[in-house]
């Protein structure tokens, strides 16, 4: 049974910084992509950041050159720092990633989400 676990949301004033962590634990082969998304209160959840296995990243245009994705791949982590927060970035943030791993039928891949972490940038 894969689960993530993400964790580092807070409150914030505008201008300060985050890093967050999204921890894949269970049978894991591979993490094979890596997604962040956000939703803010009334909005659609939208896609800010990603990592595939390769290392190849993207940005949305939102939060390029404000946001990284780095990855601890001994510990099946993978992070997502945020700098010069602004309240617009204000949302709850999930990670969702696309694991192989070992089920009781033999080897899967499928598609999970943690739970989210709130994001919260306010003076």
């Known amino acids: 049974q894969v689960q993530l676990v993400e964790s580092g949301g807070g409150l914030v004033q505008p201008g300060g910084s985050l890093r967050l962590s999204c921890a894949a634990s269970?049978?894991?082969?591979?993490?094979?992509?890596i997604s962040w998304y956000r939703q803010a209160p009334g909005k659609q959840r939208e896609l800010v950041a990603g990592i595939d296995s390769g290392g190849r990243l993207n940005y949305s245009d939102s939060v390029k050159g404000r946001f990284t994705i780095s990855r601890d791949n001994a510990k099946n982590t993978r992070y997502l720092q945020i700098n010069s927060l602004k309240p617009e970035d204000t949302a709850v943030y999930y990670c969702?990633?696309?694991?192989?791993?070992?089920?009781?039928?033999?080897?899967?891949?499928?598609?999970?989400w943690g739970q989210g972490t709130q994001v919260t940038v306010s003076s």
């Open positions: 969702n990633a696309y694991i192989s791993s070992l089920s009781a039928t033999g080897w899967v891949s499928s598609d999970y």
């Open positions: 269970g049978s894991i082969l591979s993490i094979n992509t």
